[in-house]
């Protein structure tokens, strides 16, 4: 009976232990549902914000798009707004360009006056010239004697001192000689080192250059913006000066007319 209780006992703790184990893995399975289940509802999430990403990326296109359809239309405005003031620019240089063959008119007859008085006071200047290269001629002729008669005392002099300079010379040629061997040698070694020198000097020179380079061409820059307004600034003062020259010379035929009536009355 006793034995019979023990099996009894031992086969109901074992199917305790099985429906355990049962239980454990019925739970793992109700563990890994509820896992699948997580990721089902991460997996929908993602989805979500990849497809929010997506329209995200699609209204930034849109905008980029209307931005740049804008910038260009902005260009094509600053482009025919250039084009309105070429237009009125090349109207007033050609109405310039009118006046100025006008006045171009006007230099070209004053020029033809000015011509006729330069080759007057020309041939006036050719004549004096002439008469002065005569005397100038002479006064060479007679530099070039006394320079001839001094060379003469210096050759005497030279061969004098030439030979017993020459003696001096070659004791000092010998000397010089057995210096220069041993200067040559100093020479070949100060020449290797100068060499490495002169190169890392070219380098530094070739990288100094460039940076000069840069800065001449901007100074370059500025000089060409600097000449053009000095020529702006020549042609102005060009246009006065012909200016107050015309008004000079009117009133200069004016005097001269006057004095033409004055004449016409005493005669």
Do not use: A, W
């Given at each position: 009976m006793t034995v019979s209780l023990k099996v009894l006992r031992e086969k109901e703790r074992e199917r305790e232990r099985k429906r355990d184990r049962e239980r454990k893995k019925e739970r793992e399975r109700e563990k890994e549902r509820e896992r699948e289940k997580k990721r089902e509802r991460e997996g929908?999430?993602?989805?979500?914000?990849?497809?929010?990403?997506?329209?995200?990326?699609?209204?930034?296109?849109?905008?980029?798009?209307?931005?740049?359809?804008?910038?260009r239309e902005r260009k094509k405005e600053k482009e025919r707004e250039k084009e309105r003031e070429e237009r009125e620019r090349e109207r007033k240089r050609e109405s310039e360009r009118k006046r100025e063959r006008e006045r171009e008119r006007e230099r070209e007859r004053e020029r033809k006056r000015e011509r006729e008085r330069d080759r007057e006071r020309e041939r006036e200047r050719e004549k004096e010239r002439e008469r002065e290269g005569e005397r100038k001629k002479e006064r060479e002729r007679k530099k070039e004697r006394e320079r001839e008669k001094e060379r003469e005392r210096e050759r005497e002099k030279r061969k004098r001192r030439g030979?017993?300079?020459?003696?001096?010379?070659?004791?000092?040629?010998?000397?010089?000689?057995?210096r220069e061997r041993g200067r040559k040698k100093k020479r070949e070694s100060e020449r290797k080192r100068e060499r490495e020198r002169e190169r890392k000097k070219e380098r530094e020179r070739e990288e100094r250059e460039r940076k000069r380079e840069r800065v001449r061409e901007r100074e370059r820059e500025r000089e060409r913006e600097e000449k053009e307004r000095e020529r702006e600034r020549k042609k102005e003062r060009e246009r006065e000066r012909k200016k107050r020259e015309?008004?000079?010379?009117?009133?200069?035929?004016?005097?001269?007319?006057?004095?033409?009536?004055?004449?016409?009355?005493?005669?």
């Amino acid at each position: 009976m006793t034995v019979s209780l023990k099996v009894l006992r031992e086969k109901e703790r074992e199917r305790e232990r099985k429906r355990d184990r049962e239980r454990k893995k019925e739970r793992e399975r109700e563990k890994e549902r509820e896992r699948e289940k997580k990721r089902e509802r991460e997996g929908v999430k993602e989805r979500k914000r990849e497809s929010e990403r997506k329209r995200e990326r699609e209204r930034e296109r849109k905008k980029e798009k209307r931005e740049k359809e804008r910038e260009r239309e902005r260009k094509k405005e600053k482009e025919r707004e250039k084009e309105r003031e070429e237009r009125e620019r090349e109207r007033k240089r050609e109405s310039e360009r009118k006046r100025e063959r006008e006045r171009e008119r006007e230099r070209e007859r004053e020029r033809k006056r000015e011509r006729e008085r330069d080759r007057e006071r020309e041939r006036e200047r050719e004549k004096e010239r002439e008469r002065e290269g005569e005397r100038k001629k002479e006064r060479e002729r007679k530099k070039e004697r006394e320079r001839e008669k001094e060379r003469e005392r210096e050759r005497e002099k030279r061969k004098r001192r030439g030979r017993k300079k020459e003696r001096k010379r070659e004791r000092e040629k010998e000397r010089e000689r057995e210096r220069e061997r041993g200067r040559k040698k100093k020479r070949e070694s100060e020449r290797k080192r100068e060499r490495e020198r002169e190169r890392k000097k070219e380098r530094e020179r070739e990288e100094r250059e460039r940076k000069r380079e840069r800065v001449r061409e901007r100074e370059r820059e500025r000089e060409r913006e600097e000449k053009e307004r000095e020529r702006e600034r020549k042609k102005e003062r060009e246009r006065e000066r012909k200016k107050r020259e015309k008004e000079r010379e009117r009133e200069k035929r004016e005097r001269e007319r006057k004095k033409e009536r004055e004449k016409e009355k005493e005669r």
